[in-house]
């Protein structure tokens, strides 16, 4: 037994995806591509000092904090209540799946304080559920378990989900700009940002490679009509310097292969491609 367990989760960058609802969450999701970051989140959880000095909506990110809805959704399936705090470099609502980090992260070390006995499909499952329920991501709680750069191929949690991947791991670059509500995209009616994932998916699986995962999300971007100015520009000084750039879904962020952002001028942060998934510490 123990009083605390800190898990790793990658931050995760989706070039494109398309949105699949269902009934039941465990097989909503959503197809695409994307790439996993070493730069991701440490997800530390406790047991409460006394049986009431926490509750499910204790939740910390960076010492603040927060309502993070996912978090407190796994928390209640597994039956338990923590103090759940996160630390991470990666901003808050800007396209990096910090909310779906935080919930696996949370799956994986109340796991092991609480000794629930889950498997890491179960509790991957778990993270993906509470996402969806929570209207904060489709995705990425199955990319970030896997790691990698992975291809979404069908939608839902481990059982109904397949993923497979770009057997790749380049560096990473990336700038952001602000914040995008994925509540508020997922919400709306998704028929034209889906038509242009699907093709987009169909593109990577006849050639899967990094140049066409990030044409194809540049191609994605374009037509799903999420592109903002600043992205636009960045994009296309990114590509005059000779590199490979794309948004990151959602959030107006643009992510580059290599040095792509820095040769175009840009003051961006640089990490890798995560080599394997989440994971406890």
Do not use: K, W
């Amino acid at each position: 037994m123990t009083d605390e367990a800190t898990a790793f989760v990658p931050g995760h960058v989706t070039g494109f995806f398309s949105a699949h609802p269902a009934d039941e969450p465990v097989q909503a999701g959503s197809r695409g591509a994307g790439v996993t970051l070493s730069d991701g989140v440490e997800v530390t959880i406790r047991r409460p000092e006394t049986p009431t000095a926490a509750t499910t909506q204790h939740v910390e990110l960076d010492g603040e904090t927060v309502e993070m809805p996912p978090v407190e959704c796994v928390l209640n399936a597994l039956g338990v209540d923590a103090r759940v705090s996160a630390e991470t470099s990666l901003p808050l609502g800007a396209g990096f799946g910090v909310s779906g980090a935080m919930a696996l992260g949370t799956a994986l070390a109340a796991n092991r304080v609480f000794e629930c006995g889950r498997s890491e499909n179960e509790l991957t499952a778990l993270a993906h559920i509470a996402e969806v329920q929570s209207g904060t991501g489709l995705g990425d709680v199955v990319a970030q378990a896997r790691g990698g750069v992975p291809i979404r191929l069908d939608p839902g949690a481990p059982g109904y989900g397949r993923l497979d991947g770009v057997p790749e791991r380049p560096t990473v670059e990336y700038v952001t700009f602000g914040e995008l509500s994925t509540e508020d995209v997922l919400s709306g009616d998704t028929t034209q940002l889906s038509a242009a994932g699907e093709d987009a998916l169909a593109r990577l699986v006849r050639e899967p490679t990094l140049t066409q995962l990030m044409y194809a999300s540049r191609r994605f971007a374009r037509e799903a009509g999420l592109l903002t100015d600043e992205v636009t520009e960045a994009i296309r000084a990114v590509s005059d310097a000779g590199g490979e750039a794309s948004m990151a879904m959602l959030g107006r962020t643009v992510f580059a292969l290599e040095t792509g952002l820095s040769d175009a001028g840009y003051d961006a942060v640089s990490c890798r491609t995560h080599p394997a998934g989440a994971t406890l510490r």
